[in-house]
């Protein structure tokens, strides 16, 4: 008898604190086996910047009082706060045979998807990972691998206040101009946005 193919468990888990949750993402990978399913998480944070390995503060320009974390995915600096949806990625890319290079366009990939959904030609950049309309990054790109499984993810911006990531030299480029679907003329519910996200990702990972 055929055995089932691996599956994706998603868990939508709404405002999540930061730290709390970059815990029990390096807990489950941490613990997780072989045949483990894969886990996406999405949710939202409350206001914080989060500074990557390779994270200079330099480019913390001004934090305006809001919180600054060090973390332990790749890259730089980048913000969150709620109106931004975490996408949290906790797969065995081991198992989905793809090199972190092909992970990376993958998943951008998936927003890309989404956004030609609504119309919004959208794209990566090979030497500055991320989705990008007319130049504006919409989608940031953040991940650490470890013994083959992947956590940490990506932050797709839907209705946050942009006004932040003037603080900051977004993924440690100066003048790096941010947008989001409400900045584009998109006004749509985070939970519809959620949802759509993630039938992309299984499209994608899990057809």
């Given at each position: 008898m055929q055995q089932p193919g691996p599956t994706l468990n998603v868990k939508h888990l709404?405002?999540?604190?930061?730290?709390?949750?970059?815990?029990?993402?390096?807990?489950?990978?941490?613990?997780?086996?072989?045949?483990?399913?894969?886990?996406?998480?999405?949710?939202?944070?409350?206001?914080?910047?989060t500074l990557g390995q390779a994270g200079k503060n330099e480019?913390?320009?001004?934090?305006?009082?809001?919180?600054?974390?060090?973390?332990?995915?790749?890259?730089?600096?980048t913000y969150h706060a709620?109106?931004?949806?975490?996408?949290?990625?906790l797969f065995n890319v081991k198992r989905l045979q793809l090199n972190t290079r092909q992970f990376v366009c993958a998943l951008e990939q998936v927003i890309i998807n989404?956004?030609?959904?609504?119309?919004?030609?959208?794209?990566?950049?090979?030497?500055?990972?991320?989705?990008?309309?007319?130049?504006?990054?919409?989608?940031?790109l953040g991940l650490r691998i470890r013994r083959g499984y992947s956590y940490h993810g990506l932050c797709f911006n839907v209705n946050l206040d942009l006004t932040p990531f003037t603080y900051i030299n977004p993924c440690g480029i100066k003048d790096q101009p941010i947008t989001s679907l409400q900045?584009?003329?998109?006004?749509?519910?985070?939970?519809?946005?959620?949802?759509?996200?993630t039938q992309k990702f299984k499209q994608k990972f899990y057809p």
């Open positions: 709404g405002a999540q604190p930061y730290l709390a949750t970059l815990t029990a993402m390096q807990q489950f990978t941490h613990t997780r086996e072989p045949d483990t399913a894969d886990e996406l998480w999405l949710l939202e944070h409350p206001a914080v910047f480019h913390i320009l001004d934090a305006h009082d809001i919180p600054i974390v060090k973390t332990d995915r790749g890259g730089q600096v709620p109106g931004q949806l975490m996408a949290y990625c989404l956004l030609n959904d609504l119309q919004i030609d959208a794209h990566g950049d090979r030497n500055a990972p991320g989705v990008y309309v007319a130049g504006k990054k919409i989608a940031a900045a584009l003329g998109y006004d749509i519910p985070m939970n519809t946005i959620s949802q759509a996200l």
